[in-house]
């Protein structure tokens, strides 16, 4: 195993089955966003209010083709980042990609509860919250469908079934 991508909308719980992956495989963990943040030492957020969605993708696709490079890593990409340029590709050349497959609803749930600041969901109400993910994952679905395996995640709810899914990858 060189590397296991793990995709899918804000929200899924990326981040979270990471770390658990990486601890059960002893490989290294990669959040792209924590890495784009420590390479510019700047949040996502503060990036996206200086240089727009734009430059933040532009980064975001040229940081990921360093992370995407290193070797027995398990990778949590940003949401949108299979969206955008070839990225979708480029990471099924790279890895064992893994879409992370959730609900709206659980997804929206989790966004209520996260503590992590995202500029595009920032100072929605609840009601435009759930629609604009609807919307954006009917657009974004195409390309997280391209990943080679997808695991629905919106009924996981501990630690022994991450253990499970593990062995199902
Ligand atoms: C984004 C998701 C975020 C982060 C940025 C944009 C998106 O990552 O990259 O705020 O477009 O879905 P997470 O999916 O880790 O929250």
Redesign the pocket.
Known sequence: MKRIILIG???AG??TIGKALSKELGATFY???WYIESRMRKT?AQI?AERGEEG?RKM?HSMLHEVAEFENVII?C????PCFFDNMDYLNQQGLTVYLKADPEVLYNHLLMGK?E???IKGKSPEELITFIRQQLEKREPFYTKAKYTLDVSLMDNYEKIKISVDKI
């Open positions: 909308y804000m929200g990326k981040t959040d792209l966003d996502v996206f933040f975001e949590s940003g949401g949108g980042t992590v995202r500029p595009l």
